[in-house]
């Protein structure tokens, strides 16, 4: 290297130097000699001989503007930077694990010409013990540039996911705004609406206190306010679509994020749209024998839950049907549906609730149940839910069996059992759990105890459990065990153990 060329490499690498080497001053006073690495739109990112790898906020340094960040590496923010910074150090560490692959497989064929020329068995035993050596040494170059091969592709696509992420949220978050604008739009529209529905009644006021001398102007300025209400009701029309397509688009915005986070997007059942954003299934159990007697046992069930930040929809469902030797010995349906309001930045809620039953062997013929009161979550994470309610409910029981001092139905003259349509008030008070296990596993209890106002000393007490288990290789599938017991000091035979296992579809 001649003097010229020393020179130049030498102003080089003082340019260099000066580039990345730099002193930063916080906002504290603090001072630091650091080497600069790579920079976002709110961070910068340096190395320091005792520090170490160090970011932190453009905004805890005082000295930033005096800094020459003009050719230094800048990556995106979040996790498409973190993806990036991956995927360079990948690329990186590329080179040298190709470089060492390469003197690996030269070592290997160096020994096996070792082998091939080996005279004595001392040689050939020393030759091949080399070459097994060698070829360990390029399987574990060769691995190590396969990981840093299979890193960067990850990098890759994350780097992808990361992008499309951040394009999606923006459009979520541009469908926020419209959605917000177009509710703004609304408000006004009814109070344009208000004002001139007022201006209408001012007009027919003045209208009949006119005299013949001003009918024609009152007639006038009531046909003005009328047009201003159907300018506003127009308003209102428009505001109400906008919001309409608000809502689509802030819908789309989030399949986008879904997609981009490579989860699926609820398309409702069989991709009808129904039940969308709805947590829904379908299950179905079946059993039975043949041989000296005949048994059969079927069950099925729909059940579909929907939450936001303002309700909660719970609605449960199920059939079912039990025969011996094609005598039937339990037939029954139960429809139940719970609806919780929420308050905000509580943890309490209201809640009501109506439930259905028709059972051909029971009591009665039909039970209608209307309650409501005060709820409490206690407990919301990712893997427990635990809340509490308290209330009354109202019972209507149609056709129910009247029974004597000793047990016995109550007849008609005409021989017929004696129903009557019963009334009652009783208490509520009751728990549910729900415990997520895993991503394929939940398992859920619920116990509700219902005390009678009306019939002193009666109670029912209705117990729930389930486990639900995801089938791996079938999305959407899954194995239900299931448990529901109703005891009903009220009823001739009080207690009512059912269990099942079912298929589940969930959708």
């Known amino acids: 290297m001649n003097k010229k060329q020393l020179s130049l490499f030498i102003g080089a690498f003082l340019a260099s130097a000066t580039l990345s080497a730099q002193q930063i001053t916080f906002t504290n006073g603090d001072s630091l000699d650091v080497e600069l690495i790579q920079q976002t739109d709110t961070t910068l990112t340096f190395s320091h001989p005792f520090l170490g790898k160090q970011t932190v906020a453009k905004t805890s340094i005082r000295n930033l503007q005096t800094i020459n960040l003009s050719n230094l590496l800048r990556v995106p923010e979040g996790e498409e930077g973190v993806a990036v ?22 070592k290997v064929l160096v020994a096996e010409e070792n082998v091939s020329i080996a005279n004595t068995d001392m040689e050939v035993e020393i030759a091949e013990q080399a070459l097994v050596a060698a070829e360990e040494e ?188 094609n005598t039937a010995s339990e037939n029954q349906i139960n429809a139940t549906l719970v609806k919780d309001w929420f308050f905000a930045d509580s943890k309490w809620f209201a ?14 013929n039909h039970r209608l149940q209307l309650g409501g009161g005060p709820g409490y979550q206690f407990i919301k994470t990712e893997d427990w839910e635990f809340s509490a309610r308290a209330g009354l409910t ?36 009751g728990a549910d759990v729900t415990w997520h296990i895993s991503a394929k596993q939940r398992f859920t209890l619920s116990n509700y105890l219902y005390p009678s106002f009306t019939d002193g000393g009666k109670f029912r007490n209705l117990t729930n459990l389930a486990w639900v288990h995801d089938i791996e290789w079938f999305e959407g599938m899954a194995l239900k065990f299931g448990i529901r017991n109703e005891y009903d000091t009220s009823e001739l035979i009080p207690n009512e153990f059912k269990y099942n296992f079912s298929l589940l579809w969930g959708f």
């Open 351 to 364: 809640f009501a609730t109506t439930v259905y039953d028709w059972d051909e062997f029971s009591d009665w």
């Open 394 to 429: 109202t019972i209507f029981e149609f056709g129910k069996t009247q029974f004597d001092s000793n047990d016995n139905p109550v007849l008609e003259p005409d021989g017929s059992v004696h129903e009557e349509n019963i009334v009652g008030l009783e208490g509520l008070v």
């Open 85 to 106: 910074n991956v995927f360079n150090e990948a690329e990186d560490a590329m080179v040298p694990a190709k470089d060492v692959v390469d003197v690996a497989k030269k």
């Open 138 to 325: 390029f399987q574990l170059a060769e691995n190590k540039l396969v990981a840093a091969v299979e890193t960067a592709d990850t990098a890759e696509a994350n780097i992808k996911i990361a992008r499309d992420l951040s394009v999606a949220n923006i459009q979520v978050q541009e469908a926020n705004d419209a959605m917000t604008a177009a509710v703004a739009e609304v408000k006004l529209a009814k109070n344009d609406i208000s004002i001139a529905e007022q201006n209408v009644g001012l007009a027919e006021e003045a209208l009949d206190a006119s005299g013949e001398a001003g009918v024609s102007s009152a007639k006038a300025n009531v046909d003005h306010a009328e047009g201003l209400v159907d300018i506003a009701e127009d308003k209102l029309k428009a505001a109400n679509e906008g919001v309409l397509q608000a809502k689509d688009t802030v819908r789309a915005a989030d399949d986008q994020v879904k997609l981009a986070k490579g989860e699926k997007v609820n398309d409702g059942f069989m991709g009808t749209g129904w039940f969308r954003d709805w947590d829904s299934s379908v299950s179905l159990g079946l059993s039975g024998s043949s041989g000296s007697s005949t048994n059969t046992t079927f069950r099925t069930a729909f059940d579909t839950r929907y939450e936001d930040s303002e309700h909660r929809w719970d609605f449960k469902s199920f059939y079912f049907f039990d025969s011996e030797d």
